[in-house]
């Protein structure tokens, strides 16, 4: 019985194939395909019914219901049994419809007189097209196995409306995948851009949906099965060692590839007339549907590993790789799951923004988008299911929202937006040459932070008078091995030529904690933001920083040169860090290479604890900047890194811009010059604050130099430092509203 079932739907799907590589379109092909599965059946009723916008389903053919129904016939999600199929995405299959709960009566369609129904969701990749519908008079209950056939065709049928191939005129079909889409993530990085989708790992294109030969595909899946155990094994091998998160996800997809559940299913599939690269679509399409269903965040990354595993499979077996051919659009907004820094600097500048589905805000990724001011949004989740190539896209980096193939009124909307940006720009660039000079006549100096070469030429387009800090470490996360010392002091020796006499801060190596250098075996801590990070790193293992220090003495080559340690959090470790230094110079001179001729040794605040160091290391450091990033994490103990916590605390907070003067006034007293180079020393209101708290020096990415400026400019510090104590005064948590006011009243 059931090898006649499997050769029935077998031959059911090849007069499939038949019907659809006749030439007939829209219409005419889903009429037929509707009279095909009836007959074959032996059903009187079959009708398809696809998704026309998001919550409402139409009849679009059918064999046995009233002709004048279709396109007529319409139900909202969960409306009726067909609305229900579509709605839980489960199959519904009963002997006595009209007492089926959810039954509806649709007297256009004259359906009443069908007591069995079976309605089978049309889904490609977990997403919902529609509902496939075979009803009989006749009271019977649809065999398992002929409810399986009907789940393959119904596959089959997904295929073809994806390739569009019933999107025939007059056909109100509305596929998923071209209805507007607003999803909404988290803001990485700032800006607005339009664009067309690039996907970075281009869905797999199934073309040949049924088989000819059941024989030949099981070859093929067994075959390419094995390519990938294989692949699997050798990654397994080659995993870091001791990376307990990588071995775990690779032993997973190890038992996934020699799953005999999985391989069974697909092999039942292909027994059914469906082709080896259909059948693993099938499987991952199962899969899909459960994670969108998944509450538990185990399973649903299990099955995120699977639905990887299944798309290795396919490009094995259609030999589609990244490469598919297809043309990167003239205005890329890259798409994917998550991505390395090294592939994104491999796209570069060229991409007008990025979407991630996953990512987080500190990630390297993250890092190298704000590096090269590309608009980024994470957490957006869907996106890889939802973009197809090419599809229109606009990206909002400051809301952290997403409009994938906007209408006409998010385009006009978004657009308006778009150009008062580049208003303001043109504003920005009127006052680079000019000093941010507040009108009550403070100065404060204007520096930007830089990580790539890539961004030196913004020193001279945002009116920068230096690099405040340069954060070397990208350099060692974006190869897969330790740069040389060769390497690294050709680099440092180009940033300072484009730097053309201004001062870069070269910040010596911030590894550890959320910056894990592929190549050096990662620490299994607790607490990475509290552990073994930067300048610690340093001291304990110092060969890497003193290989650093002398490339930055040999770019230097006699040039006046700025180094500063991170994370320093005792006086000691600023004075070991200082004595490397020395040592380094002594080296160099001994080898006969030229000494700078300034060398000046800096240590970032990034703990509380250096704000209380002894006076002795405030007179001895040459200069401080505070890293507020850290600092404030540390301050108001909320990880910078964790969505839930990290704008609990307003830097706006009174405690913490009275501890921010505090270092101010500690400064003063020995002369000691300190700057401010978090990322909220680049957001104006937070900026003139800084400046009101006594700041002279904000360091901060080039694209904010304009509008902090801007702000310095129009702004009394007098008045707004008065307006803050005030505020202190009166006992106010954060400053902000105050400071809101002040601005309004005298703008
Ligand atoms: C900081 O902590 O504020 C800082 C500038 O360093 P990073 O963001 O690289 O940790
Ligand atoms: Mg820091």
Redesign the pocket.
């Known amino acids: 019985m059931a090898q006649d079932t499997q050769s029935e739907s077998r031959k059911l799907l090849q007069r499939l194939r038949d019907a659809l590589a006749e030439d007939s379109a829209g219409q005419e092909r889903l009429d037929k395909i509707t009279h095909l599965i009836a007959t074959s059946m032996g059903a009187e009723v079959c009708s398809i019914y696809l998704f026309r916008d998001q919550d409402t389903l139409e009849l679009c053919a059918t064999e046995g219901l009233k002709k004048d129904a279709v396109h007529q016939t319409r139900m909202k999600v969960g409306e009726g049994l067909v609305g229900r199929v579509a709605k839980a995405s489960k199959v519904i299959n009963t002997d006595d419809a009209p007492s089926a709960k959810g039954f509806r009566y649709m007297p256009e369609t004259g359906e009443e007189i069908f007591s069995s129904f079976c309605g089978i969701p049309v889904q490609r990749l977990g997403e919902n097209l529609g509902v496939l519908v075979v009803q009989s008079k006749e009271r019977r209950s649809f065999s398992p196995d002929e409810v399986y056939a009907l789940e393959v065709v119904a596959m089959v049928l997904a295929e073809m409306t994806e390739l569009g191939a019933f999107v025939g005129e007059g056909a109100a079909m509305s596929a998923r995948h071209q209805q507007s889409v607003l999803l909404r993530g988290t803001s990485a990085q700032e800006g607005a851009a339009e664009g067309h989708v690039w996907l970075h790992e281009p869905r797999v294109v199934v073309t040949n949906p049924v088989a000819d030969d059941p024989e030949v595909e099981l070859v093929r899946l067994t075959e390419a099965v094995d390519e990938l155990r294989v692949g699997v094994d050798k990654m397994l091998s080659g995993a870091v060692r001791g990376d307990k998160e990588q071995s775990e996800v690779l032993e997973t997809y190890r038992m996934f590839a020699n799953s005999k559940g999985w391989m069974r299913r697909m092999e039942q599939d292909i027994a059914r007339g469906l082709s080896a690269e259909a059948a693993v679509e099938k499987e991952q399409s199962t899969a899909r549907a459960r994670m969108e269903q998944a509450t538990d965040a185990y399973l649903r990354e299990r099955l995120h590993d699977l639905d990887d595993l299944s798309n290795r499979l396919l490009r094995i077996l259609t030999g589609q790789g990244a490469e598919t051919g297809a043309e990167m659009p003239a205005d890329p907004i890259l798409i994917a799951r998550n991505i390395g820094p090294g592939e994104l600097l491999e796209y570069g500048r060229g991409l007008r923004g990025i979407v991630l589905e996953e990512g987080s805000v ?1 990630s390297h990724a993250a ?1 190298v988008a704000r590096a090269l001011a590309i608009p980024l949004v994470i957490h957006a989740d869907r996106i890889t299911t939802e973009a197809l190539n090419g599809d229109h896209i606009m990206v909002d980096g400051d809301q952290g929202i997403v409009h994938l193939r906007p209408d006409d009124t998010v385009v006009t909307a978004f657009r308006d937006k778009i150009a008062m940006a580049a208003k303001a720009q043109e504003r920005y660039a009127s006052i680079r040459d000019k000093a941010a000079t507040s009108t009550d006549g403070i100065t404060i100096e204007m520096h930007m ?1 830089a990580g790539l070469m890539a961004d030196l030429p913004s020193l001279n387009s945002s009116g920068a008078e230096g690099v405040g ?1 340069f ?1 070397t ?1 990208l350099q060692f996360l974006v190869r897969n091995k330790m740069p040389k010392r060769t390497e690294l002091a050709q680099l440092y020796s180009r940033v300072m030529e484009a730097a053309n006499g201004k001062r870069v801060v070269f ?1 010596t190596l ?1 590894i550890g ?1 959320d ?1 894990v250098l592929p190549y050096m075996a990662p620490q299994d801590e607790p607490n990475p933001a509290l552990g073994w990070r930067a300048v610690r790193v340093a001291l304990d293992k110092p060969g890497v920083m003193r290989m650093q220090l002398q490339a930055l003495l040999r770019a230097a080559n006699g040039r006046a040169l700025t180094v500063m340690f ?2 320093v959090a005792q006086y000691s470790e600023y004075r070991d860090a200082h004595a490397e230094v020395l040592k380094a110079l002594e080296r160099e001179r001994i080898l006969g290479h030229p000494l700078p001729e300034d060398i000046q040794i800096g240590a ?1 605040l ?1 703990t509380p604890s250096l704000a209380f160091a002894p006076q002795k290391f405030f007179e001895e450091v040459d200069f401080l ?8 994490q540390f301050f108001f103990a909320a990880d ?1 890194e964790n969505e839930r916590v990290r704008r609990r605390y307003d830097t706006l907070n009174v405690s913490f811009l009275t501890f921010l003067e505090g270092i101010v006034n500690r400064c003063a007293s020995t002369n000691t010059p300190v700057s401010f ?3 909220d020393a680049g957001r104006p209101i937070e900026a003139i604050c800084l400046a009101a708290m006594g700041l002279r020096i904000l360091s901060m990415r080039p694209a904010s130099i304009g509008p902090v400026k801007s702000l310095i400019r129009r702004t009394d510090l007098g008045a707004l430092r008065a307006v803050i104590h005030e505020a202190r005064e009166r006992g106010e948590q954060s400053v902000r509203h105050s400071v809101m006011e002040f601005l309004r009243n005298s703008s």
């Open positions: 500190g890092i932070n800090l954060r470490e910040r911030d904690s910056k991170p994370f970032m990034e900047s505070i890293g507020g990033n850290d600092l404030k910078r180079c978090g990322e």
